[in-house]
Nanobody, 115 residues
Framework: QVLLVESGGGWVQAGGSLRLSCAAS????????MGWYRQAPGQQRELVAR???????EYAASVKGRFTISRDNAKNTVYLQMNSLKPEDTAVYYC?????????WGKGTLVTVSS
């Protein structure tokens, strides 16, 4: 089993920044992908960004150029630096880890961006 604990959510005004963190523990394998997804009220959960254990990353078009995903493999932690936040970025942000054909999810952290 893998446990994911997110932190760093909160309230920010439009144009501001937040940094999310997600620490993984438990049955950790070296080959994995970690990522951030978000779900706004009444909408489906969507990919924000994801990064492999060797650093290959991908972003949703809506956040490219504003958000940066990174990871520290020694700490089994993934980060999401969010800049130039917009009200439409308001959502619950979930961390996900993919390894050995399994998906593990965190409980989510709320990000609220006010206009």
């Amino acid at each position: 089993q893998v446990l994911l604990v997110e932190s760093g959510g909160g309230w920010v005004q439009a144009g501001g920044s937040l940094r999310l963190s997600c620490a993984a523990s438990g049955r950790i394998f070296a080959i994995n992908v970690m990522g951030w997804y978000r779900q706004a009220p009444g909408q489906q959960r969507e990919l924000v960004a994801r990064i492999s254990n060797v650093g290959s990353s991908e972003y949703a078009a809506s956040v490219k150029g504003r958000f940066t995903i990174s990871r520290d493999n020694a700490k089994n932690t993934v980060y999401l630096q969010m800049n130039s936040l917009k009200p439409e970025d308001t959502a619950v942000y979930y961390c996900k880890r993919e390894q050995s054909g399994m998906d593990y999810w965190g409980k989510g952290t709320l990000v609220t961006v006010s206009s």
